[in-house]
């Protein structure tokens, strides 16, 4: 399986005629499209202008076919009218230590991501605007990949599968970003994803995989007329979250 993600700056004025829109016109167009198991739209509850278009797919070579696809040129063109201009700079390390400032791109940045684990109940069908999505990002040692994998097939899947309101979870792993995963759980609402966090076991885990961690994980900057700071920040572990607006699984 492979997870494919779309990352859209939309205009807050525009965002409900943005969702009505991917409703009505996207979701059916993904269904019609070979491989493509589901698709989500989900909105960032830190940011209103950050949008996720996240899909899964039976195989990389579906999800790259679409990407080349006049379909996905089309939908594209129809969908920019709705975005918000780019606003963002990104600051990384370079080789000798310096720090290069690079202007984000206007167009919509594709992520894509192989599914290395994941829970093995049917993939949601994203229809309830109470369900809520946790991204969760880290980058690992490049000796530790294969540890973190598979403890997260043994103890992460089974012990999310028995925590309430956890719908699905799977972890992939980044193709750009060399020893990069992201651990994506699905939950029934945002409340049951925030008692996860506060029971204990999200610190357990943590604990028993921060020996993998990598000491840079990444470097940002953000220089938005929204925004009064203006901060580079770096960490090993960084968690997002997002509302699920809209969605189906075509399974």
């Not at 990389?60 to 040129?73: M, P, R, T, V």
Request: aromatic share 12%; with cysteine.
């Amino acid at each position: 399986m492979y997870m494919r993600v779309l990352h859209l700056k939309i205009d807050p004025l525009k965002s409900r005629a943005f969702e009505a829109f991917y409703d009505k016109n996207i979701v059916p167009a993904l269904q019609k499209v070979h491989g493509c198991l589901s698709i989500t739209l989900v909105r960032s509850a830190q940011h209103n202008d950050e949008f996720l278009s996240v899909t899964l797919w039976d195989e990389q070579e579906d999800a790259e076919a679409f990407n080349q696809s006049e379909l996905f040129q089309k939908l594209l063109g129809e969908v920019k009218q709705y975005f918000l201009d780019s606003s963002e700079w990104k600051i990384k390390l370079s080789d000798d230590y310096t720090l290069d400032f690079e202007p984000a791109d206007e167009e919509p940045t594709i992520m894509s991501y192989p599914v290395v684990a994941e829970s093995d109940s049917d993939i949601p069908a994203t229809d309830a605007s109470q369900m809520f999505m946790r991204i969760l990002s880290v980058k690992i040692l490049p000796d530790k990949i294969e540890q973190v994998k598979q403890f997260y097939k043994d103890e992460i899947v089974p012990a999310l599968k028995k925590t309430t309101g956890c719908r699905y979870a799977y972890l992939s792993e980044s193709i750009k970003e060399e020893n990069e995963v992201f651990s994506v759980t699905i939950w029934d609402n945002k409340r049951d994803a925030e008692n996860y966090e506060r029971s204990g076991l999200f610190d357990e885990f943590k604990e028993k995989l921060k020996h993998t961690f990598s000491e840079l994980h990444q470097w940002k900057m953000i220089l938005d007329s929204n925004y009064d700071e203006k901060a580079a920040t770096s960490k090993a572990l960084n968690v997002n979250y997002y509302n699920i607006v809209s969605g189906s699984s075509f399974k």
